[in-house]
Structure formats: C-alpha cells, structure tokens
C-alpha cells in the first residue's frame, strides 16, 4: 500500500526532528570534556590512570655492518629492558621510515615496544626509559629511538 504524501512529510520531519536532537548528545558522549551524566562517564572510563611508552627501535645500521636481528633484540629486551620493566611489555615487528640528520628517507624493519607503567610511577620510570634509549643507540650504532607517550586507563 503506498504511503501517502502528508504521512511521508510527517515521517520525514520526525525522522530530522530526532536526529537534530540525538546527534549533538551522541557527540557529547564522545568527548571526555563534557558534561554528559555521570553514568555514561563512568561506563567509559575504566581502570587506573597510566602512561604508555611506546619506543621504536630501528635495526638497519649506517655503519655497514648488518642490519640488528631478532636474536640481538631479544637479548637486548631481555639484558637491558627486563630488569627495568619486569612487570611486562609488549614487542611488536614493524617497519617504518623515518628521515635522518643527513635528510635520506631510510625504511628499515622495526620493533616497537610498549611499557606500561601507572601514571605515580612516570618520574622514577622516566630514567629507566631513557636508559633503555641511550643504551641501544649505543650497542647498535643507532642515530635514534623514538619515544611517545600517552595517557591511558588500565584494568588488569
């Protein structure tokens, strides 16, 4: 049976009339600043206040020498990064490309490994991270590790 204009008119406002209301409060969940209730917060957030470090280590060398193997890492990880993150970690294989300090783009295969550490722990953990950086420049001959950090909310 075919709906007749008015009812489809009818149909048609109703259907904008919820959406123009629905749309912005669908938004406003999405934003962590805003004043949605309390219920909707709490259902979204979960877990303690952490940092995710995420460090990414290249293994082509500029020196000629071969490129760092899975082997190497691994003791790398295991000697140096360890005994510094004992709670866990996570090693991901990458690859990416970066530009160096002489401007040649460089593709190499990659690892990226992410700490995660509760946010009161971010000044002492600092130290540790950095050594983990300089440690591995160093062995392997590297002009970089590269480091981001983000907030995140963990649940174990």
Same mark, same amino acid.
């Given at each position: 049976?075919?709906?007749?204009?008015?009812?489809?008119?009818?149909?048609? #406002? *109703?259907?904008?009339?919820? $959406? &123009?209301?629905?749309?912005? =409060?669908?938004?406003?969940?999405?934003?962590? /600043?805003?004043?949605?209730?309390?219920?909707?917060?709490?259902?979204?957030?979960?877990?303690?206040?952490?940092?995710?470090?995420?460090?990414?280590?290249?293994?082509?060398?500029?020196?000629?020498?071969?490129? #760092? *193997?899975?082997?190497?890492? $691994? &003791?790398?990880?295991?000697? =140096?990064?360890?005994?510094?993150?004992?709670? /866990?970690?996570?090693?991901?294989?990458?690859?990416?490309?970066?530009?160096?300090?002489?401007?040649?783009?460089?593709?190499?295969?990659?690892?990226?490994?992410?700490?995660?550490?509760?946010?009161?722990?971010?000044? *002492?953990?600092?130290?540790?991270?950095?050594?983990?950086?300089?440690?591995?420049?160093?062995?392997?001959?590297?002009?970089?590790?590269?480091?981001?950090?983000?907030?995140?909310?963990?649940?174990?």
């Amino acid at each position: 049976m075919p709906i007749s204009k008015p009812r489809l008119r009818a149909a048609a #406002v *109703t259907t904008a009339a919820v $959406l &123009a209301v629905g749309a912005p =409060t669908a938004y406003a969940a999405l934003d962590p /600043g805003s004043d949605t209730s309390t219920t909707a917060q709490s259902a979204a957030v979960r877990g303690k206040p952490y940092v995710g470090t995420h460090l990414y280590f290249g293994t082509g060398r500029n020196d000629g020498r071969p490129d #760092v *193997t899975e082997k190497q890492f $691994l &003791a790398f990880v295991t000697r =140096t990064v360890t005994p510094r993150f004992p709670d /866990g970690l996570t090693i991901e294989d990458a690859r990416g490309q970066w530009r160096n300090a002489k401007g040649v783009v460089i593709r190499e295969r990659s690892y990226e490994l992410t700490l995660l550490y509760p946010k009161s722990q971010a000044r *002492t953990k600092d130290s540790g991270i950095e050594a983990i950086r300089s440690a591995y420049k160093k062995e392997f001959r590297q002009e970089s590790v590269m480091r981001a950090d983000e907030a995140a909310n963990v649940d174990f």
